[in-house]
């Protein structure tokens, strides 16, 4: 969500590379691991 390269070397392109670029990559470090465990946490 910072850099727009996935943890095994891929690079993210289309939109998902705007949106690094233009919007998540200007966050902390602090809300894109809060961001990360909203998307990942369990919902019923």
């Given at each position: 969500m910072s850099s727009g390269i996935t943890?095994?070397?891929?690079?993210l392109g289309g939109s998902m590379?705007?949106?690094i670029r233009d919007g998540?990559?200007?966050l902390s470090?602090?809300?894109r691991k809060?961001?990360?465990t909203y998307l990942m946490a369990?919902?019923?």
């Open positions: 943890p095994d070397g891929d690079v590379g705007e949106v998540t990559g200007f470090a602090e809300d809060a961001i990360a369990e919902t019923d």
